[in-house]
């Protein structure tokens, strides 16, 4: 079907409008990405203090067992996973991917596995692979809803597990690369292992003052393993929302020139239809003016011989026909 004119307007009217939009997502997304960043870069300070804490007191303390060999993972262990992903779309491949590394990661994992999917896209990923997540929590949409975000999370952990001391936790997501690229990494939360422990206590205290552990015992460990796990979270939470931003980034950009290559189309063939247009009414006035300037042909004159020829001819037969009788009226 051939397109007109007004239906090309129309095209190119929706075209630019979309265009309009893409563009405006593609603003709020560069602006996102930068407010997440920051955010992983603060926490940078805050999580190598709680680092000293801990190595601190594990230095002064010796190993608790319910934090090593008690937690080895055996066939009995539930393995609960934390997988990010976003409640929007527009995000590329953002979704599938975070999908694809969760079940190969808890597929090499023994134990019966209990999933919160972050997010409704990839809660439907997860789904649709066989991976049914017991709960489903909503992205945040700011900085600022992160820190309640998390601490939503650890109490969803912490009703959910009867026995937290045997229960592993691992958190999926995507963590952001240089410009809009992104990878999948996984993370083991707990249990907190010797190795994990013993890489903590071999941190150097950074001053030549000898810290001093504030009262002591497994209460001060456990407030700072709570920090710990809220630093981890809220890490892997602005990197997926950066990554989620950045894989947004692209995927306008990408839909922004494919906009600009069909307006571009959509004009060179309205601006042929309309030049078409033009020539073929130009010709019609053209034709017009023609018709109506065009001298008549003059009536041709006879002269000589064939001139004569024909005046006798003319005047024979006027000759040569019979003079009408007179009528007469009988009185």
């Not at 929007?88 to 596995?113: C, M, P, W, Y």
């Not at 000759?319 to 009988?330: D, Q």
Request: glycine letters at 8%; proline letters at 4%.
């Amino acid at each position: 079907m051939s397109d007109t004119i007004e239906s090309l307007r129309r095209k190119m009217s929706s075209a630019g409008d979309l265009q309009s939009v893409v563009r405006t997502m593609k603003a709020l997304a560069a602006s996102n990405i930068g407010q997440y960043e920051r955010s992983v870069r603060a926490l940078a300070d805050y999580y190598r203090t709680v680092e000293l804490g801990l190595g601190a007191w594990f230095r002064e303390n010796r190993m608790v067992p319910s934090m090593t060999e008690r937690n080895v993972l055996n066939q009995a262990d539930a393995v609960g996973a934390v997988v990010f992903g976003s409640d929007q779309g527009l995000v590329g491949r953002f979704n599938d991917v975070v999908a694809d590394h969760a079940i190969k990661t808890l597929d090499a994992l023994s134990g019966e596995a209990q999933v919160w999917a972050v997010g409704e896209r990839v809660h439907a990923r997860l789904a649709d692979a066989g991976l049914s997540p017991v709960g489903l929590l909503t992205v945040p949409n700011s900085v600022k809803g992160i820190t309640s975000f998390v601490a939503q999370i650890l109490i969803e952990r912490e009703v959910g597990q009867v026995d937290s001391a045997h229960t592993s936790l691992f958190v999926v997501h995507n963590r952001p690369l240089s410009g809009a690229l992104y990878e999948p990494v996984s993370q083991r939360l707990l249990p907190l292992d010797a190795q994990w422990q013993q890489d903590l206590a071999s941190v150097r205290w950074p001053t030549g003052n000898l810290p001093e552990i504030v009262g002591g015992g497994t209460g001060t460990a456990s407030a700072l393993v709570r920090e710990y796990l809220f630093i981890s979270l809220f890490r892997a939470c602005a990197e997926s929302l950066a990554s989620e931003n950045a894989s947004r980034l692209a995927a306008m950009e990408r839909a922004d020139k494919n906009i600009s290559e069909l307006l571009a189309q959509l004009h060179g063939t309205f601006q042929q239809l309309r030049q078409t247009g033009i020539d073929e009414e130009l010709f019609d006035v053209i034709s017009g003016f023609e018709a109506l300037v065009r001298p008549r042909q003059p009536q041709r004159r006879m002269d000589g011989e064939e001139g004569q020829i024909q005046a006798l001819s003319d005047g024979g037969r006027k000759r040569g026909r019979a003079p009408e009788p007179e009528k007469r009226h009988s009185v």
